[in-house]
């Protein structure tokens, strides 16, 4: 009885565990060879494998990754680049340009990260 | 979010758009684009199109096959199929060799079975003709197919194309419908004119295409059954089965 209780038990902390894993994954994706000009608007994470120009207007996170090519005005709450990115950033969280992500335009966020290796040219604001 | 959970959508190969994601503009690329959020403007694909139950899309479409389960306010332009299942709504025109809507949905427009070789480009027919083989043009000896009974022309079919030479005889493809629909609705072009006209258009089509006359030589050795009837009538025809 009790090992059946504590086997349930375990069962639960794994699914949580599952849970909290799958939490950062996008549920939008903008594939490899997918090229959208335009408007992107929403309230959940994007991940930007493919092209996007025009504006991105999200209120979750917005990662940009290696294959990504970001042409457009950017306002997020938190903006990851690993890519390409040309345009403006405002973020309300944190700006992240990880080393392999390249970036031409201005950042405006409270918090802004750049790695070693990162490309960036362009005017910082981190003003509150 | 959940969805990543229930859909496939987070492999390499597909598109997401997301249940609060909106995307407005022109949306091109070449793989498969599931839409679970709204797409407005237009949308241009090699591959399918799904558009979720959540899924909103009010865009010119031009796919290869579109799945749908949502709502799509627009015309639909697919080099192979569209489906529209049973939770599916669509106000629009479709253009696609094959059609298929499922009982309980919804749609208003017109459907042209016929005109895809025609608009689309060409290359699109010719890719259909390799990769289903059951996507064929028009062969020339279509007099040997016979035409079931069962088939009737209903009062307000839509008036045939000006000139049809497309692969019409996909309709057989579009048959299988899933069992449990009670009654389901298959709508299917076919060619109303007689062999003599259809020899002389496709002559014509020779002349302007020669490249189409490998897929044209090879036709006339294929069995009638496999070109099913649909050279036969060019208007397009509402079947209902019941069982």
Redesign the interface.
Known sequence: MLSAWAFQFACLLVCFHLNLCEKPMASTVIGNSIVIDGEITGDEDLTIRGTVKGRISLTASLIVENSGIVEADIETRHVEVSGNVTGNITANEKVELKSDGRMVGDIKAPRILIADGAVFKGNVDMER | ?A???T?P??E????????????????????D?HV??RVD?RIELNRTLVVAPTGIVKAEVMVKNAVISGVVVGNIHASESVEITREGRMVGDVYSPRVIIVDGACFRGSIDMGDTASMAGRQSGNERSSSAPSTRPLSSSSSSSPTPSRFSSPPSAPPPPAWSPAPTSAWVNSAPVSPPVVASVVIAAVDEQQSDDVETLEAAEHEQEPEQEIDQGRLPTDPPQARGFSQKSNKARVIVKRK
Request: glycine residues 20%; hydrophobic residues 35%.
């Open positions: 979010m969805i990543s959970k859909n959508g987070t390499i190969n597909v598109t997401v758009i997301g249940d609060s994601v909106r995307v407005q503009g022109t949306l091109s690329g070449d793989e684009l679970l959020g403007g």
